[in-house]
């Protein structure tokens, strides 16, 4: 094989990784703007199921329930919300 069939060779090589090293490199920017994202979304869900476990025990108590039963209701809807998302993602990751 003649020198110069192999220099373009390797030159078109080069050309094509550097051509895909930037692409992953958008792809991974992206990726990690999306995460970064989805993290503070995370972490204003967080916060704001405090809020809704504290409003929803401050209404039952003004309800006239004890507060000992208002907490149990209150963990108790939590726990059937945190079941059905379980549940709910078993059936998606099974497709």
Known sequence: MPFRKVRQLLVSTVNLAEAEGRALKSSAVRIGA????FLVAAILALGA??????????GLTDAGLAAGWAWLITGGVYLLAAGGIAWAMTIVAKG
Not at 34 to 37: D, I, K, M, Q, R
């Open 49 to 58: 199921l405090g809020m809704l476990a504290a409003a929803l025990y401050t």
């Open 34 to 37: 999306a995460v970064a994202g």
